[in-house]
């Protein structure tokens, strides 16, 4: 396992499906028609499925000044035929320079369904809200010769996460999608907020709410 400090090895593999799909398509109502009906495409390319490390993603991002969905690869390449860096700490993305132009200029948020964590034992957890059918986890992306990529941020567990790991993606509120993406000004602060407690669900013990 690489041992970079700002490599954060928390479980790679998300879900999307069709409500993710008709949620994205709630954000992108009011974007103007040219650019609404590109990301409307890309929209209609999800599938129902998992969604692991090197495998392109909808992800939303801003364009010409409006937010649209639009397809990226998860994960950066590493160095020297390394493994592929699929995640970056909040605490020091800005620090970094293989993530400072992305936190800077390309910030984008991933849509999920639900996410997956193993635990020591490795037994399976899936993560969801019980108040929205969809997460948005925060990312940034970093364009390479062969298209954009992008990784997800991760940041301390809250109380629902750390019965299973340390590490949590960084979930956003449906109001800072587009501060996220959009207003530079709030991102130091972002980066610092304790995500909202999500739901665990298990196959091994009853189902646990937080």
């Known amino acids: 396992m690489c041992r970079q400090e700002w490599v954060t090895f928390m479980c790679g593999r998300y879900y999307v499906d069709d409500e993710t799909a008709r949620e994205i398509a709630k954000l992108l109502r009011q974007m103007e028609e040219r650019q609404r009906q590109a990301s409307m495409q890309a929209v209609g390319r999800i599938v129902a499925g998992?969604?692991?490390p090197g495998q392109e993603a909808p992800v939303l991002a801003e364009k010409d000044g409006s937010l649209c969905c639009g397809w990226q690869r998860w994960g950066f390449p590493g160095y020297e035929g390394k493994k592929?860096?699929?995640n970056a700490r909040c605490e020091s993305?800005?620090?970094?320079?293989?993530?400072?132009a992305g936190i800077q200029h390309r910030r984008i948020v991933v849509p999920a369904s639900w996410f997956?964590?193993?635990?020591?034992?490795?037994?399976?957890?899936?993560?969801?809200?019980?108040?929205?059918p969809l997460l948005f986890m925060a990312g940034l992306g970093r364009r390479y010769e062969d298209g954009e990529?992008?990784?997800i941020l991760t940041t301390a567990a809250n109380a629902s996460m750390k019965p299973v790991h340390d590490r949590?993606?960084?979930i956003l509120e449906r109001q800072e999608v587009a501060e996220w993406i959009f207003h530079d000004a709030k991102t130091a602060n972002i980066l610092h907020k304790t995500p909202?407690?999500?739901?665990?669900?298990t196959d091994y013990e009853q189902l646990s709410l937080f």
């Open 50 to 52: 998992d969604i692991h």
């Open 84 to 86: 592929l860096i699929f």
């Open 93 to 100: 993305v800005l620090g970094k320079p293989l993530f400072r």
């Open 116 to 132: 997956y964590e193993w635990n020591p034992r490795k037994e399976k957890n899936t993560f969801c809200r019980n108040d929205m």
């Open 149 to 151: 990529h992008f990784v």
């Open 168 to 170: 949590m993606p960084l």
């Open 196 to 201: 909202c407690l999500l739901e665990r669900k």
